[in-house]
């Protein structure tokens, strides 16, 4: 087991590593497994970044996520703007069903809001906003509208994880109450974690999932 010391260690060389954050703007601590991140970035995608880069380290149980959004005077934008270039990036994305999702924009925070088939399209919609200018945090609201059975819902996931190499499918019990998935068993890391989460919302019909993995 690694010493807090060590955590802190490699999860800063982490984050050196990762291209699309600047680590000299991010403070890292560690404590019995949780890494706490602070300091402060010019766009929320860093932060998302930032806590991507960090659950991939070993040994890491928990994350508390505070960095800042800050911008520069200069680069501000009002919330009508920030709502009307997120309107206008999902326009464009061919991935959002951007007649389905409203905005809604209060000091930068965005919420986004509506329903919608598919994961993939709530997740599609909530990267094309992450990357704007002025976007200091992101309420994704969308909702996936179940359309199979349970047991069709469990078979897809199950399935899944058995194609995934980053999985152990035998280590991941899956439950599904309408498209509400519930993921217990064991995994070795948050990255793992995350793939498992990453790969049931994968799944047609999933409108919620629950993670209750343990990171051994």
């Given at each position: 087991?690694?010493?807090?010391?060590?955590?802190q260690q490699?999860?800063?060389a982490e984050?050196?590593?990762?291209?699309s954050?600047?680590?000299a703007?991010?403070?890292?601590?560690?404590?019995?497994?949780?890494?706490?991140?602070?300091?402060?970035?010019?766009?929320?995608?860093?932060?998302?970044?930032?806590e991507?880069?960090?659950?991939?380290?070993?040994?890491?149980?928990g994350i508390?996520?505070?960095?800042?959004?800050?911008l520069?005077?200069?680069?501000?934008h009002?919330?009508?703007?920030?709502?009307e270039?997120?309107i206008?990036a999902?326009?464009?994305?061919?991935l959002?069903?951007?007649?389905?999702?409203?905005?809604k924009?209060?000091?930068?925070?965005?919420?986004l809001l509506?329903?919608?088939?598919?994961?993939?399209?709530?997740?599609?919609a909530?990267?094309?906003?992450?990357?704007?200018?002025?976007?200091?945090w992101?309420?994704?609201?969308v909702?996936?509208k179940?359309?199979?059975?349970?047991?069709?819902?469990e078979?897809?996931i199950?399935?899944?994880?058995?194609?995934?190499?980053?999985?152990?499918?035998?280590?991941?019990k899956?439950?599904?109450h309408?498209g509400?998935?519930?993921?217990?068993?064991?995994?070795?890391s948050m990255a793992?974690?995350r793939?498992?989460t990453?790969a049931?919302?994968?799944?047609?019909?999933?409108s919620?999932?629950?993670n209750?993995?343990?990171?051994?």
């Amino acid at each position: 087991m690694k010493t807090d010391s060590q955590l802190q260690q490699d999860v800063q060389a982490e984050l050196r590593w990762e291209p699309s954050v600047d680590a000299a703007h991010i403070g890292v601590t560690a404590k019995n497994g949780v890494v706490t991140l602070t300091g402060h970035v010019p766009y929320y995608s860093q932060k998302r970044a930032a806590e991507s880069a960090t659950e991939r380290v070993s040994g890491v149980k928990g994350i508390a996520e505070e960095i800042q959004t800050s911008l520069s005077d200069f680069s501000k934008h009002t919330d009508p703007d920030i709502a009307e270039a997120a309107i206008t990036a999902m326009r464009w994305n061919t991935l959002v069903p951007n007649e389905k999702i409203q905005v809604k924009v209060e000091n930068g925070m965005v919420t986004l809001l509506g329903d919608v088939d598919w994961n993939y399209q709530r997740e599609a919609a909530k990267r094309t906003v992450e990357n704007l200018t002025g976007v200091k945090w992101i309420s994704n609201e969308v909702n996936v509208k179940p359309h199979t059975s349970p047991v069709q819902v469990e078979d897809h996931i199950k399935k899944s994880f058995e194609r995934n190499a980053q999985l152990d499918a035998n280590m991941i019990k899956v439950e599904a109450h309408g498209g509400e998935v519930i993921l217990k068993g064991t995994v070795r890391s948050m990255a793992e974690s995350r793939d498992a989460t990453t790969a049931a919302w994968g799944a047609p019909g999933v409108s919620l999932v629950t993670n209750q993995l343990h990171i051994a």
